[in-house]
């Protein structure tokens, strides 16, 4: 595996690439888990080189968010990489990405970055959004590759790619989730053993409210959200950022029952101590996506 710390580096490596060669990139904020690694496997089957970027982004975190003590293991990392077989390494600081201080140029898309955490987080999509666009332009994928936990920010990409017309296809990849359900994370490491027996209620009232569409053909998404958002208040410990039942990917509210709506998604964010997780379902009318 090469490691490419420098823009200018990693541009000379990719010059040596044949032209004909097909890149899959799997862009990551570091302390990687198995559901990154899921990501590396799918682009080795469908790439002829896998490029992967461990970079915490300062845009996307707010003034009281955890940047500073977002987990941070290079070394841990980068043993992951070689042996899940990146081929290559990016590793950039934040002054080679943002080589100028204070950002002047970013990238906002509209809609789809208002609703479930951006309502909360504001701001935190454009930074999403402009170090993605960066990245790509960086390392030139063929295929980039996301997890579905984080939805949302799969729908923003999307929206970005098809809206500026930027050569990449996204590849949207399925939520992998610890034995018990929780969807894995590198902020489940901050939670106590505590709250992380009591973090499964995400996942287990996401799965419930499956079964309790299909009992109830006219539910709407206000009663889905309310047992989403009764489920969490039950749990000790358990703060709810939002609980809101969408069409996918646009994210727009759903009238009328579920069902008429296409695909949709149930989205929750909870919070436990300073923690903050999230999770979702994706639905195709009456039948389960993910």
């Known amino acids: 595996m090469r490691i490419f710390r420098t823009i200018d580096e990693y541009k000379r490596f990719l010059a040596e690439l044949p032209a004909s060669r097909t890149v899959g990139f799997v862009p990551t904020m570091g302390y990687l888990h198995a559901g990154h690694l ?40 980068l043993a992951l990489m070689e042996s899940a077989g990146v081929d290559a390494a990016f590793l950039p600081g934040v002054r080679d990405m943002y080589p100028n201080g204070a950002v002047k140029t970013t990238v906002r898309v509209a809609g789809v970055t208002e609703r479930l955490c951006g309502a909360s987080r504001p701001g935190h999509f454009d930074g999403v959004a402009t170090v993605v666009s960066k990245l790509f332009h960086i390392v030139e994928p063929t295929r980039a590759y996301f997890g579905l936990k984080d939805a949302q920010q799969v729908a923003v990409i999307e929206t970005m790619v098809a809206d500026l017309n930027m050569n990449v296809t996204v590849v949207p990849c399925p939520t992998l989730r610890e034995p018990d359900g929780l969807a894995m994370s590198s902020r489940n490491v901050y939670l106590t053993p505590e709250q992380r027996e009591r973090a499964t209620v995400l996942y287990a009232s996401l799965q419930a409210i499956d ?8 539910v709407t998404a206000a009663e889905l959200e309310a047992k989403l958002a009764e489920a969490i208040r039950r749990t000790p410990g358990a703060e709810l950022d939002y609980a809101q039942v969408m069409t996918y990917p646009a994210l727009e509210p759903i009238e009328g029952p579920v069902r008429r709506a296409g695909r949709f ?20 009318g009456e039948d389960t996506a993910t």
């Open 38 to 77: 899921s990501l590396v496997e799918r682009a080795k089957r469908e790439n002829d080189v896998v490029v992967m970027s461990v970079f915490v982004n300062p845009l996307q975190f707010g003034p009281n968010e955890d940047f500073e003590r977002y987990p941070r293991d290079e070394a841990r990392d």
């Open 211 to 218: 079964g309790w569409r299909r009992a109830n053909p006219d």
């Open 265 to 284: 998604i149930a989205a929750l964010a909870v919070k436990f101590g300073g923690t903050r997780l999230i999770d979702n379902r994706l639905f195709e």
